[in-house]
């Protein structure tokens, strides 16, 4: 089991940039597939981007693809995602998620994820 704790959100311009945090407990956080999620009010979530275990592996959403960056570091327990040329389309609530690594798995999809943070809010204002 890991648990996950979200930070770095707040208030930016468009055009801004925020690096968003995930703090991982536990001591097999390299064991697990990492993701940032989002939604807006009103929406469904949706897939930001994902890494793997290792690090050697990232995928974006379309929308951010160029603009986002996801990361990670295990022996700091910690992943990120860096976000840059915000735009007022990209307020929303950011999640973090993980997954036990391994199988053959939909990464944009919310439900493959076993574990969620509290999520922390992004606004970007015009």
């Known amino acids: 089991q890991v648990r996950l704790v979200e930070s770095g959100g707040g208030l930016v311009q468009a055009g801004g940039s925020l690096r968003l945090s995930c703090a991982a407990s536990?001591?097999?956080?390299?064991?697990?597939?990492m993701g940032w999620f989002r939604q807006a009010p009103g929406k469904e979530r949706e897939f930001v981007a994902t890494i793997t275990w290792s690090g050697g592996n990232t995928y974006s959403a379309d929308s951010v693809k160029g603009r986002f960056t996801i990361s990670r570091d295990n022996a700091k327990n910690m992943v990120y995602l860096q976000m840059n040329s915000l735009k007022p389309e990209d307020t929303a609530v950011y999640y973090c998620a993980a997954r036990n690594r391994g199988g053959v798995y939909d990464y944009t999809r919310a439900s493959e994820y076993q574990y969620w943070g509290q999520g922390t809010q992004v606004t970007v204002s015009s």
């Open positions: 536990g001591r097999t956080f390299s064991s697990y597939t």
